[in-house]
DNA sequence: CTGCATGCAAATCTTTTGCATAAGA
DNA sequence: TCTTATGCAAAAGATTTGCATGCAG
């Protein structure tokens, strides 16, 4: 638990501060690469755990092949648009609102909670008839 | 989209459907294989597969490390508990009723969703005192 | 017969680790 | 100086894939 400065973390954690659109490990390596051509992607992982540990941010399992980081530690719902894979913050909800809402019987008492929408985004609807592709993935 | 019989699908779909454990592909092909020693790893994943192609089974990541299949092929929340890591399934819920509880605005047109509460199940908050262990996980 | 399915091994991919060296406190 | 962090390469774990052969239609 006791951490010293790197200034690699420094850059991995500013580069993750600034973003909204979850980046995978790989992402962050490579845009902080940039600025410091030597890390290596095991830097990038270690510190991406110690930055969690540190409460910096939150690592998720949105279902495809690599994890994301996101600086908004609360829990709160996504948004995973099946076309163009684009993750979207939701607005924020506490796990007590949800309980409320849910009335469900919990199994157990509730820490955390991930909640995850897929669908398509407005923008790929928008242009779904007009061809135009703005993400990754292909767009059937 | 054109399948042919197979004896391997057949017990794998058999073994998934009567469980509500959520099994990792591992799991399946240990279980399988006691009735059927020559069946591969590979040939689990892919009847896996097809099967969630076919809508007999669903395929979900809850963050740890394997993928789990669910022979409960609609939407509903899950509950994994943190202490013995089993993955409990919850009361169903529709996703436009999930819609309507959470009055977000929806970055898009939603098609499916995916919840899962974190928690300590029941048996292992009473067991906590006891020192009893029921799953899988380290109890810390 | 003809083509999908299987078993096996090898290949991928993502993430983690071991180790010698560098850097922070 | 003492300890944590880094870079590199190797290891690990999960899933996929190539290929020759087997079985269903």
Chains 1, 2 share one sequence.
Do not use: W
């Amino acid at each position: 638990m006791k951490y010293k400065y790197s200034k690699q973390r420094e850059y991995i954690k500013e580069y993750i501060m600034g973003r909204t659109d979850h980046p995978t490990a790989d992402m962050v390596y490579k845009a902080v690469k940039k600025d410091l051509p030597n890390i290596s992607l095991a830097t990038v992982y270690r510190n991406l755990m110690v930055l969690a540990d540190m409460g910096e941010l939150n690592r998720l399992s949105i279902g495809d092949s690599s994890d994301r980081f996101d600086p908004k530690t609360n829990d709160h719902p996504h948004f995973v648009c099946k076309e163009c894979g684009s993750i979207l913050d939701m607005e924020e909800e506490k796990i007590d609102e949800i309980s409320k809402k849910f009335s469900l019987e919990m199994p157990g008492e509730i820490t955390s909670y991930k909640l995850t929408f897929y669908g398509i985004c407005e923008k790929c609807k928008a242009s779904e008839n007009s061809g135009y592709m703005e993400n990754n993935k292909k767009s059937a």
